[in-house]
């Protein structure tokens, strides 16, 4: 493997951290002219330590393009294994740094697009407070990508939502999911709505295999109606917008929603018969141990969810929307 081939060299003298730095910051921004601006170092310097790795490697890792350059076949080989060593490198020198109190390192993070507005940019906020050190990188996916990448470890903590029993995640908080229409419409008007009144109603859903759509079709089958789902969009952020419009209607957990009800541009009621409830969930990498920094982002996540803040938007939304009275859980009963 070449990760280990790299490793077999002595790093001080074999191979230099710097070129390869430089090698997988040329390859993400595909222009040697860009990142001789950005660090300040003349291109031909960085030409000759490219030059110097590719003797190193053996052949071409560039390509040069009308635009700037592009992989070569040994480059799109060796660059996730460089990749890789460069990230290990950053875990140790964070690990070491975290023995000295001082939290630092790289954070992957995998969330679902919902999740954004409600737990993202608080995070980033209280995060660059309390522990500027970290850098977190955060990947929109769905669940069916979240997972794949908690368990290869691609990623360091996953954020989504679980309906019924997972045992593989640490369940934060209980959500519910409303059914989104314009400000004024009837339908969405009154304090829920029973799941069979969405039988033949124009939906705006995200393509399976999400979790909430896999969700209402077994239902809808188990009810025998029809889901008529007019367009799949797989961002919420189109689906809240279809939804204003009148005639056409989303589906998704309270959090999605949330400031949009708040505000008046958009209004939700609580689909009941059964109540289709689902859990935020944190999910850690189980490829390796999470280093401190992912322990301490974990950590604030928590906090950020189970917040007294997070439980004043939850009763907000169900008074906007009118309170329940107790009802069996999709999640629990079936």
Known sequence: MLQKHIMSKPLDSSWDLGRL???VRVANEGSLTRVAAATGSPQPSL???????EEEFGG????RTGRGVSLSDLGIRVLPKV???????????????SRASVVMGEVR???LPSLYDGIVIPLMDVQLEKFPGIRMHVQEGSLSQIDPWLVSGQIDIGVTYRYGAA???????????YLIGPPGDALTGGKSVDFRRLDGVPLVLPSAPNATRLVLERLAKKAHITLNVVMEADSTHIQKAAASHTGVYTVMPLHAAAEEVRSGRLQATRIVEPRIDCDIALGMAGARPATHAAREVARLIRSLVTSEKTRELQG????????LPGAPSAAATH
Do not use: P
Not at 60 to 63: D, I
Not at 83 to 97: K, N
């Open 21 to 23: 730095e430089l090698f």
């Open 83 to 97: 990749q890789a060593v460069m990230r290990e490198l950053g875990e140790l020198s964070a690990e070491v740094s």
């Open 167 to 177: 045992a593989d995640v640490e369940r934060l908080v209980r959500v519910g999911t």
């Open 316 to 323: 907000y939304v169900e008074a906007a929307s009118g309170k």
């Open 60 to 63: 071409r890792l560039f390509l």
């Open 47 to 53: 030409s000759r330590k490219i030059s110097k790795l």
């Open 109 to 111: 993070i995998g969330v």
